[in-house]
């Protein structure tokens, strides 16, 4: 049996009274009990990453700020992602575009997928992400979460069988995608290397 995935849940909003924590939280309770993976929650609350201003591109891989260093070696641990993201006009939040900004080579070559809420169940927060992702060489999943009618589920704490449904297929594409990817980065080759 190979070593369960390591997977960062982003916290993607650090507005006052949020939903992106509570559904954060939601994902992450229904990753427990799962054996193929191990899922922490990396909160951008706690992180307070100015807006990305540095005179170096994280592209050229020399990390001199002692933030960006820390958050570098946090975010490296992981093995995959799942971004959990508001939309805000028919875009992600901008604290979460920020942290991703500020990192390059910790998110190459790693699966992320997509959890969000929104007038359309975040569909455009999500297609904005994915050709983020995709710039900081990612492999983003065709498998999503769009959560409508999210503060009711979350005042009632329940989400729909289908959210439940969906929230499974996530799991099981970016469990399949992170092993793969995992073996891949053991690989030596220099196919796309920055």
Do not use: C
């Not at 509570?22 to 993976?37: F, T, Y």
């Amino acid at each position: 049996m190979t070593e369960p995935l390591n997977i960062q849940i982003l916290v993607g909003s650090v507005r006052e009274g949020r939903i992106s924590l509570p559904v954060a939280r939601w994902v992450q309770e229904r990753s427990v009990g799962r054996s193929d993976l191990s899922a922490q929650l990396v909160d951008l609350a706690d992180w307070n990453l100015p807006m990305f201003a540095l005179p170096t591109s994280p592209a050229m891989g020399d990390y001199t700020d002692p933030l960006q260093q820390r958050w570098a070696a946090t975010i490296g641990k992981a093995e995959g992602y799942i971004l959990v993201s508001p939309e805000y006009n028919h875009s992600t939040s901008p604290v979460l575009k920020n942290a991703l900004d500020y990192l390059w080579a910790e998110w190459n070559r790693k699966p992320v997928a997509f959890v969000s809420f929104g007038n359309v169940g975040g569909a455009r927060a999500i297609e904005q992400l994915r050709g983020i992702a995709i710039e900081l060489r990612m492999a983003p999943l065709g498998e999503a979460v769009h959560l409508f009618d999210v503060r009711a589920k979350v005042e009632k704490q329940r989400f729909d069988d289908g959210d439940e449904k969906h929230l499974t297929q996530l799991f099981d594409s970016l469990v399949w995608w992170g092993t793969t990817l995992r073996a891949g980065r053991l690989e030596p080759h220099n196919v796309g290397q920055a």
